[in-house]
């Protein structure tokens, strides 16, 4: 069976200043306009095309994901992109959840989300992410890239893991 492959994304740095007071409406700041497509460079740059993207509903998240495919290089016609209510703010356990039902049928899917869950769901699927760093993992567009032989995600190797001052 083909390997199966997870990339969990954090949406890039938000506006707290935006004038916006709903939560769910915050745009990118200036930060996360610059971090995120550095981010999506490097992805375009590796051998890596998501059949499946999962995006938060919030306005940061698809602004991220929109600066991902405008920089990424990944052709949006292959790709499957799913823009979800139920991930804004969502538990670990729903984000493992959408992701197995993905890779029942896929080889590859994309998270675009939020904290804490992305940190937990990094830190359920591969514990051992606990060491790459001393506070939160999945800092604002930060990347962890994820491998696993079959969709129970019973044996996850991490491939790789980048924050923007990374690159």
């Known amino acids: 069976m083909a390997n199966k492959q997870i990339?969990?994304?954090?949406?890039?740095?938000?506006?707290?200043?935006?004038g916006e007071s709903r939560d769910h409406a915050r745009p990118l700041n200036d930060r996360g306009r610059r971090d995120v497509p550095k981010v999506a460079k490097w992805l375009g740059s590796l051998d890596i095309n998501p059949a499946v993207i999962l995006c938060s509903d919030a306005k940061r998240t698809r602004d991220t994901l929109d600066l991902i495919l405008e920089d990424s290089g990944w052709d949006e016609k292959e790709i499957e992109i799913r823009i979800l209510?139920?991930?804004?703010?969502?538990?670990?356990?729903?984000?493992?959840?959408?992701?197995?039902?993905?890779?029942?049928?896929?080889?590859?899917?994309?998270?675009?989300?939020h904290n804490p869950g992305m940190d937990f769901t990094?830190?359920?699927?591969?514990?051992?992410?606990?060491?790459?760093?001393?506070?939160?993992?999945?800092?604002?567009?930060?990347?962890?890239?994820?491998?696993?032989?079959?969709?129970?995600?019973?044996?996850?190797?991490?491939?790789?893991?980048?924050?923007?001052?990374?690159?």
């Open 7 to 18: 990339i969990l994304l954090r949406h890039g740095k938000s506006d707290w200043n935006s």
């Open 85 to 113: 209510p139920e991930l804004y703010l969502a538990s670990s356990s729903t984000i493992r959840n959408y992701i197995q039902e993905v890779l029942s049928r896929h080889d590859s899917v994309l998270v675009v989300g």
């Open 122 to 167: 990094l830190l359920e699927l591969y514990p051992d992410s606990r060491e790459l760093a001393l506070d939160k993992l999945m800092t604002t567009a930060s990347v962890a890239i994820l491998e696993s032989s079959d969709e129970s995600l019973a044996d996850i190797s991490l491939s790789a893991f980048r924050r923007p001052g990374d690159l």
